[in-house]
T-cell receptor, first 112, second 115 residues
Framework: GQQLNQSPQSMFIQEGEDVSMNCTSS?????WLWYKQDPGEGPVLLIA?????ELTSNGRLTAQFGTTRKDSFLNISASIPSDVGIYFC????????????FGAGTRLTVKP | ETGVTQSPTHLIKTRGQQVTLRCSSQ?????VSWYQQALGQGPQFIFQ???????GRGNFPPRFSGLQFPNYSSELNVNALELDDSALYLC???FGQGKNTGELFFGEGSRLTVL
């Protein structure tokens, strides 16, 4: 099936630093989304992107839908301890159903 | 606004048994999707239900089946459990029309252990 390659697998950063993670695929997606999962909980939607080239912000988070529709990145500025968690990219193949393909996640650790 | 709720939160079964997991969707949402999340992996799409019918299925065998009820709640049934079925099963609700069908609202999941 269509795989999403998410990198890096893990990051250890100091509080206040900026973070960047990305997702690439060999397939074209109609929609790119970024989710965050805390331990013992389900993923929570952070940002949804619908058009190639679209750049969208949500507070300290910024994400972009790549122009080729095969990639996306997520930036977090001025990280804080509550940013700790696993970040997943997801691509939606078909808007009719929710056949979403998820990356394997980027585990973020923020040191105070 | 009521969020997505799943039950049970944890359960242990043995190989060959059957399991039923339940999900109540967020109010206002008419679509439910089920995902399997193995340890250290991203969620994998099992299937979606819209208007009480299966509306898309991932690469899972027929022993994974589901139902959606008129109130949009849903069940996931797994027969003949195998050890590899051990995972977190996530239910996600959404509004099944328009461009934002991919905006999923997940429950906390049901963690299944198969011994």
């Amino acid at each position: 099936g269509q795989q999403l390659n998410q990198s890096p697998q893990s990051m250890f950063i100091q509080e206040g630093e900026d973070v960047s993670m990305n997702c690439t695929s060999s397939s074209i997606f109609n929609t790119w989304l970024w989710y965050k999962q805390d331990p013992g909980e389900g993923p929570v939607l952070l940002i949804a992107l619908y058009k190639a080239g679209e750049l969208t912000s949500n507070g300290r988070l910024t994400a972009q839908f790549g122009t080729t529709r095969k990639d996306s990145f997520l930036n977090i500025s001025a990280s804080i301890p509550s940013d700790v968690g696993i970040y997943f990219c997801a691509g939606q193949l078909n808007p009719v159903n929710n056949d979403m393909r998820f990356g394997a996640g980027t585990r973020l650790t923020v040191k105070p | 606004e009521t969020g997505v709720t799943q039950s049970p939160t944890h359960l242990i079964k043995t190989r060959g048994q059957q399991v039923t997991l339940r999900c109540s969707s967020q109010s206002g949402h008419n679509t439910v999707s089920w995902y399997q999340q193995a340890l250290g992996q991203g969620p994998q799409f099992i299937f979606q239900y819209y208007r009480e019918e299966e509306n898309g299925r991932g690469n899972f065998p027929p022993r994974f089946s589901g139902l959606q009820f008129p109130n949009y709640s849903s069940e996931l049934n797994v027969n003949a459990l195998e050890l590899d079925d051990s995972a977190l099963y996530l239910c996600a609700s959404s509004f099944g029309q328009g461009k934002n069908t991919g905006e999923l609202f997940f429950g906390e999941g049901s963690r299944l252990t198969v011994l």
